[in-house]
């Protein structure tokens, strides 16, 4: 759950987000009734810290921005009911964002001077694509995963290692003291036409190269940092070869990296030496600025009102696709 107050669409007074990780460890995953609850517990707290690490009364906020999907209904539910009364309160307008907008909006948000056009590469739990950014326009999406988002195939290379939720962020800690060249993984996708990706082979590959050591016994701990280590060498080679390709085929000079991934290290890496070597400029926002969080929401509520758009009470939440949006 996370709550932000942002002045002017850029400008962040604060940032809050409550982390669920003790409430979903136990299972090793998110466990989406909890979730819901663990929100309504929250909610009222959460926006309340907001508005004091803001120093900003609730009667000053001039409009109220909410995700609306997509995600977990029960979650989203909370968030948008809450969105809801509070504007009625207030008498301020509504306007429902979509998540994946957020990410983008998060891009322009850390860093003012990145100017349309810019390639979007979006890389999340739920979400791998490509998007062309224009002026004044909807983001074009150019590919997307196939099947498994590349933050899926980290959350579940954590699980097969044991490393323990959430997994991307341990797989990355684990591959540090790993030899990323130990196991050759596909990288799949990269040497087809299009922008599309895929990460599920790369998954069961890690499946079977964990299966194969184990038959001869524990993995040991440097096991376990070879096969991280050599998973996120393949994973993030995709990304930054289709991220490459994508800026020389349509001419772009300049690309912004959003998504709960791109905190990921060794990506920021990759892509900076990519950048340097090609020519373009990459711009990642600040990692706390790339997981979930409510300031790119703000961010992006905040462009659709100045556009006009405004929802009303009738708004209603979705789980996949773009909903009403
Ligand atoms: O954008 P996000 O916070 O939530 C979604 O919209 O999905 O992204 C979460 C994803 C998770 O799969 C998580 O494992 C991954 O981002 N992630 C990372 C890192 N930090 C978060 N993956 C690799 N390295 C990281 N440092
Ligand atoms: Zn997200």
Do not use: W
């Not at 979007?120 to 995963?145: D, N």
């Not at 940092?225 to 349509?250: G, M, N, T, W």
């Not at 791109?262 to 892509?271: Q, S, T």
């Amino acid at each position: 759950m996370a709550a932000a107050v942002v002045r002017g669409g850029t400008e962040i007074l604060s940032s809050v987000v409550q982390g669920q990780v003790e409430v979903h460890e136990p299972y090793g995953g998110v466990v989406p009734e909890l979730a819901s609850r663990d929100h309504v517990r929250c909610v009222s707290s959460v926006v309340e810290a907001a508005l004091a690490q803001a120093g900003i009364p609730s009667h000053e906020l001039s409009a109220i921005a909410v995700t609306a999907g997509p995600g977990l209904i029960g979650s989203l539910l909370v968030g948008l009911s809450f969105g809801k009364a509070l504007a009625y309160r207030l008498g301020v307008p509504m306007v429902g964002v979509h998540h994946l907008k957020g990410h983008l909006a998060s891009a322009e948000l850390a860093d003012p001077s990145l100017r349309a056009p810019y390639i979007g590469l979006l890389v999340s739990g739920g979400h791998t694509a490509l998007y062309r950014i224009e002026a004044g326009a909807a983001p074009r999406l150019l590919g997307e995963t196939r099947d498994d988002a590349v933050g899926e195939a980290f959350d579940k290379v954590a699980k097969l290692l044991d490393l323990g939720f959430p997994g991307g962020p341990a797989v990355s800690a684990a591959a540090e003291s790993g030899d990323a060249a130990a196991v050759r993984f596909p990288r799949p996708m990269v040497d087809r036409a299009g922008f599309d990706f895929s990460f599920s082979g790369l998954k069961t590959a890690v499946a079977l190269e964990v299966e194969r050591r184990a038959e001869c016994g524990a993995l040991g701990a440097a096991d376990i940092a070879d096969i991280a280590a050599s998973f996120e060498a393949a994973a993030i080679e995709v990304l930054v070869s289709r991220a490459r390709q994508a800026l020389r085929e349509l001419g772009i000079g300049r690309l912004a990296v959003v998504g709960g991934v791109a905190a990921n290290r060794r990506l920021r890496a990759e892509m900076a030496n990519a950048a340097a070597e090609d020519g373009f400029e990459v711009s990642f926002p600040p990692p706390a600025l790339c997981t979930d969080n409510a300031a790119m929401i703000a961010a992006a509520g905040s462009q659709l009102l100045a556009r006009g758009d405004r929802h009303g009470l009738d708004l209603n939440s979705f789980s996949r696709g773009s909903g009403p949006l």
